[in-house]
């Protein structure tokens, strides 16, 4: 039996990209002192958790997805010491930290995968996924980098070439094929129990749980998934027997999947999930994220169909509920454009009505709230590429690089949006009808009435194909306990 942590039920989240959010010391990146400066901000939005994107050591080639000490944060945020004092100043406001966690692949400069890469035989050999030669026959469709080690073979990475998979095995391993372990194997197994001892070591310290990076693809050659949910099932059951009241949030794009693996949360996301992808983001020329589908539903033009996203949403809603779990819409993360892209403030205000009125555990990504743009034409930062316009500096105020850093101009972690009506925080927290202030009215009717909460039933009333508008009722049954006899 799976128990729910009782803190999800009125959970509204809130995403920091670390690197963005405040600068504390003038160094021109954001850090734990600047995030600690800001809860009392959040709070103000009613968010009462947080997802912090990577914080460990790295060497920074894909904004910290690629980890080279699991155990330790990277020095630019500030010490293990103050991520603490983070945690501890945001539990005094109620407020709960969740930990980017990458599962999946290390760094290539992670202490791991430098002794892999040796030819001699050693205990890290089998700890990433290595062909014995440079070409084999049955690669498992992997993407295999050649070249690059001491040792004969080839490894595979799982986004950049310097993100090598760590080895949790293959769900069918092709005996023609014997570098391709099983699931079972000891070394593999030891893994498992790696992965357990890194969330031990910072829920001992007070994170609230994880945010799982690719969270389906631990295991290879596994189509259905199964032999992944499988792993996910005992490291949900590790975590209610030792912190039951910790989560875990998967970045796999298919609720119904992901929460009967154990997760208690799963997020749509655009790509993996159409229904997603047909709220929010619309037709704008190519691009290799595939973030472009025809006409959305919140397009500022109309013409996109509700029923998209209904009805897939609809069978998602009802495959999780036996197990207890959340779906969330995010407004954003640092992997897409803004909600903000080619609309106004206006349409923004409307798309927040929805997302903090549907069921399931809302994301806020930060300075979505404020209707900060994308900026699509910078250069790549940290491995960003066209993800790198929706990580750029929260907009504080009117100071200088807008109260994010005190640093020059040309020292900060990436520009802050040039444009003259940029909008701030400060400017917005004034005006009784900035989008500001309605995503905190809105985030206060979600608290005041349980039908809008993340546990209110959901039925849709009115949803005419192709047009507006979309009516939805809220509920939520009262058990009325009786006390007579
Ligand atoms: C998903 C993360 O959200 C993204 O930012 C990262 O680049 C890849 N996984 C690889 O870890
Ligand atoms: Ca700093």
Known sequence: ???????????LFYEIYPQSFQDSNGDGIGDFQGIIDRLDYIASLGCNAIWMNPCFESPFRDAGYDVSD?????PRYGTDQDLERLFKEAKKRGIRICLDLVPGHTSADHPWFIESCKSKDNPYSNRYIWTPGLVEKNEAGLSMVRGYAQRLGSFAAN??????????????PDPAEPWQLPVNHPEVLALREELKNIMRHWLDMGAAGFRVDMAPSLIKKDEKHEANSALWR????????????????????RPCEAIA??????????????????????????????WHVGHSYFDPAGKGDINLFLKEY?????????????????????????????????????IFAFLLTMPGIPFIYY?????????????????????????????????????????????????????????????????PNSLLNRVRAFSHLRKTYPALGNLGDFSAVYHPVGETPFIYRRTFKIQIVSSSP
């Open 234 to 253: 005992e490291m949900r059951a590790f975590i209610e027997k030792e912190y039951p009241d910790a989560v875990l949030i998967s970045e796999w794009g």
């Open 367 to 431: 300075g979505d709230e404020i209707g900060m743009r994308y900026l699509p034409d910078l250069p790549s930062k940290e491995g960003g590429y066209n993800r790198t316009g929706c990580r750029t500096p929260m907009q504080w105020d009117k100071s200088v690089n807008a109260g994010f850093s005190a640093a020059a101009a040309d020292q900060i972690y990436l520009p802050i949006d040039p444009a003259g009506d940029h909008p701030t925080v400060a400017e917005q927290d004034g005006d």
């Open 159 to 172: 986004f950049f070439y310097h993100q090598p998979a760590l080895n949790y095995g293959f769900a069918n």
């Open 261 to 290: 693996a154990g997760f208690h949360i799963d997020f749509m996301l655009f790509g993996e999930n159409p229904a997603y992808t047909s709220l929010f983001r619309y037709e704008k020329g190519r691009d290799v994220l595939a």
């Open 1 to 11: 039996m799976m128990n729910t942590p009782a803190w999800l039920n009125d959970a």
């Open 70 to 74: 699991y155990y330790h944060v990277a």
């Open 314 to 350: 609809l069978l998602q809603c009802e495959a999780v509920k036996e197990h207890h779990g959340f779906i969330s819409i995010p407004s954003g993360n640092h992997d897409m454009p803004r909600l903000r892209y080619d609309r106004d403030l206006d349409d923004l205000e409307v």
